[in-house]
């Protein structure tokens, strides 16, 4: 099961109070939003949002077992001004992103997001990926450079135009299907560093192009801003320099414009969380105080 990153740090900068509302953006496995709801006692009202399906499921569960109650809305966060309004709330006191994709999307999703799976190659946070850009038409359509461009730009992959020749010069052979055939291709034109498989930022920059996250997370912070009471905090845990760079620029912005306080430094984990739980080595939380 996913293990909730920066669990305790989460929970101390939203200080979420009884009778308060907690608007988690990015449900996943419902680890954060458990915990947060468990520090007052399940006296909170809880709202959960998230673009998959399964993800809702997994968070209704767990809530239930623990006798948590949370209203659980299937939409992406870019849309969570929506949700608010359809579900008659004004404004809330915190509210959490924990970004990118859960173990269980990358083990269990049947979606293609790992490199260690031969499943067919979608990389949709939604389920349903029907009228969707998937990762199967980026790597057989796109065109050379662009590839390159989303190689290097989301993944940071210093070998992007290689990766970008292969994949095309592998789909004039036949369409690729698979995330192992991905997989295969990239593992054999880039060189092995490490324990980190060749293949890493191929799939992450894929998956951040496939559900345009960069962009959705700026409309995001922007709409949570928004929904935020006066004295509300919001918390970001970002696993990309991309991502925490475009936090880290949001908030010193809003700060500027006297909207509110940052915190300082990002907080990240602690060896022992890293020990226990390697995926979480990339994060960073960084917290804003609305005035
Ligand atoms: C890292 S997991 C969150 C894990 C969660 N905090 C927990 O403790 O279990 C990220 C989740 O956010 C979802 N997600 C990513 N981007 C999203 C977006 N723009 N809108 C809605 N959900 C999104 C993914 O489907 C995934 O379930």
Known sequence: MHLPVLLQEVVEALRVKSGETFLDCTAGSGGHTLAVAQATGGTITAIGIDEDE???SRTHERLQAAGIQATLREQNFRELDKTLSDLGVAK?????????????ELLESGRGFSFSKDEPLLMTFRKNSEGRVTAREVVNEWKEENLALILEGFGGERYAERIARAIVEARVQAPIETSKTLADIVSAVVPRSGRTHPATKTFQAIRMAVNDELPALEEGLRKGLASLKSGGRMAVISFHSGEDRIVKRFFKEEEKSEG???????I???REEVQGNPRSRSAKLRIFIKK
Not at 260 to 266: E, I, R, V, Y
Request: cysteine-free; hydrophobic content about 40%.
């Open 54 to 56: 399964d993800a809702l």
């Open 92 to 104: 809330v006191d915190a509210i959490l992103f924990d970004l990118g994709v859960s173990t269980d």
């Open 260 to 266: 509110g306080t940052a915190s300082k430094k990002p």
């Open 268 to 270: 990240v984990p602690s």
